[in-house]
């Protein structure tokens, strides 16, 4: 079982910033795509970012430029440095790990963003 905790989400004016992160913790092992996802109101669940475990990155169209997903392989942790926030960026992010291996996942509890506009 893993366990994810997110962490950094809040209320921002738009236009202004935000850093989530998620530190995985439990049965851990190597070769695990780290990775955010988000769901509005009303809205599905969408990909934000994710983050291979070489480091390789992918972003949704709609963040591209402005957000940058980072991890820390000593800390089992993976940031989402959100700038240049817009309204529409508001939501609920939840943090995901997916293992390479047997492509099981694990899901963070979610952290809310609201950005006002």
């Known amino acids: 079982q893993v366990q994810l905790v997110e962490s950094g989400g809040g209320l921002v004016q738009a236009g202004g910033s935000l850093r989530l992160s998620c530190a995985a913790s439990?049965?851990?092992?190597?070769?695990?795509?780290m990775g955010w996802y988000r769901q509005a109101p009303g809205k599905q669940r969408e990909l934000v970012a994710i983050?291979?475990?070489?480091?390789?990155?992918s972003y949704a169209d709609s963040v591209k430029g402005r957000f940058t997903i980072s991890r820390d392989y000593a800390k089992s942790t993976v940031y989402l440095q959100m700038l240049s926030l817009k309204s529409e960026d508001t939501a609920v992010y939840y943090c995901?790990?997916?293992?390479?291996?047997?492509?099981?996942?694990?899901w963070g509890q979610g952290t809310q963003v609201i950005v006002s506009s």
């Open positions: 983050i291979t475990p070489g480091g390789e990155t």
């Open positions: 995901n790990v997916r293992f390479v291996v047997d492509n099981s996942e694990n």
């Open positions: 439990g049965n851990i092992f190597s070769g695990y795509v």
